[in-house]
């Protein structure tokens, strides 16, 4: 296992938030320049901005989003409206220059599973194609516990490595309702996937220490090779 794809049951599940809590851990156990970071497709400013505003990653723009849609929807529109095509070439050679470079490489997705990369090719077959393990994001909020059952049977669909799911308590108040909303024995039983952990609530996810001590409290040994997890 030398990557993870960090998707999520939808737009805003907490991708980036935990992105940047991985990065954060990996800068202060180990060394930024083992780890390689890339944004699937961008399409408007937002996840590259973050990173390289949060960490000195010893590594191009080019290949932290390799390819970038200035129109912030779906890439094929985003695309058809910029006179472009998505041309997946750029993000394949980057993504394989950083496994060739670095011990380990972490990848986000857009949107949920289901979302359309090209005209004919989902977060969820790119994933498949390309190997990537996965870890689905899901927020705590009403609805969850069946946008959460409908994205695990489709990564069962495309036969994906879906190593488990992270709980974001996208809002003030979803700690208190993690109980009624995301139910971990429910989502566990109905899935048959692992919580492999919950992220709080943060007021300031730019706090890298708050960030590192967060992903410190996942099931890392589940999202990084034991070898890499460990905290030295």
């Given at each position: 296992?030398?990557?993870l794809?960090?998707?999520?049951t939808?737009?805003?599940?907490?991708?980036t938030?935990?992105?940047?809590a991985?990065i954060?851990y990996w800068?202060?156990?180990?060394k930024?320049?083992?780890?390689?970071?890339?944004?699937?497709?961008?399409?408007?400013?937002?996840?590259r901005?973050q990173y390289?505003?949060l960490f000195?990653?010893p590594?191009s723009?080019?290949?932290?989003?390799p390819l970038?849609?200035?129109?912030?929807v779906?890439?094929?529109i985003?695309?058809?409206?910029?006179?472009?095509?998505v041309?997946?070439?750029?993000?394949?050679?980057?993504?394989?220059?950083?496994?060739?470079q670095?011990e380990?490489v972490?990848v986000?997705a857009?949107?949920?599973l289901?979302s359309?990369?090209?005209?004919?090719l989902?977060?969820?077959?790119?994933?498949r194609?390309?190997?990537f393990?996965?870890?689905l994001?899901v927020?705590?909020?009403?609805?969850?516990?069946a946008?959460?059952?409908?994205?695990?049977?489709?990564?069962?669909?495309?036969q994906l490595?879906l190593?488990?799911?992270?709980?974001?308590?996208?809002?003030?108040n979803?700690?208190?309702?993690?109980?009624?909303?995301?139910?971990?024995?429910?989502?566990?039983?109905?899935?048959q996937?692992?919580i492999?952990?919950i992220?709080?609530?943060?007021?300031?996810?730019?706090d890298l220490?708050k960030?590192a001590?967060?992903?410190s409290?996942?099931?890392?040994?589940?999202?990084f090779?034991?070898?890499?997890?460990?905290?030295n």
């Amino acid at each position: 296992m030398t990557n993870l794809l960090i998707t999520g049951t939808d737009t805003d599940a907490g991708k980036t938030v935990l992105m940047t809590a991985l990065i954060a851990y990996w800068q202060r156990y180990r060394k930024l320049e083992s780890l390689g970071v890339m944004k699937l497709v961008q399409a408007g400013v937002g996840d590259r901005e973050q990173y390289e505003k949060l960490f000195e990653l010893p590594q191009s723009a080019q290949t932290i989003a390799p390819l970038y849609f200035k129109t912030p929807v779906a890439p094929p529109i985003a695309a058809e409206r910029e006179g472009r095509i998505v041309d997946l070439t750029c993000v394949w050679q980057a993504f394989q220059e950083l496994q060739q470079q670095r011990e380990f490489v972490l990848v986000e997705a857009l949107g949920g599973l289901g979302s359309p990369v090209t005209a004919e090719l989902t977060v969820a077959d790119i994933a498949r194609d390309w190997r990537f393990n996965v870890v689905l994001v899901v927020p705590v909020k009403l609805g969850a516990i069946a946008q959460t059952v409908a994205n695990v049977a489709l990564a069962r669909q495309t036969q994906l490595n879906l190593k488990g799911i992270i709980l974001n308590c996208l809002h003030p108040n979803a700690e208190a309702h993690l109980e009624d909303w995301t139910p971990i024995p429910l989502i566990e039983s109905l899935t048959q996937v692992p919580i492999l952990g919950i992220l709080p609530n943060l007021r300031d996810c730019e706090d890298l220490t708050k960030l590192a001590k967060v992903a410190s409290n996942l099931d890392l040994e589940q999202l990084f090779p034991k070898h890499l997890c460990r905290q030295n």
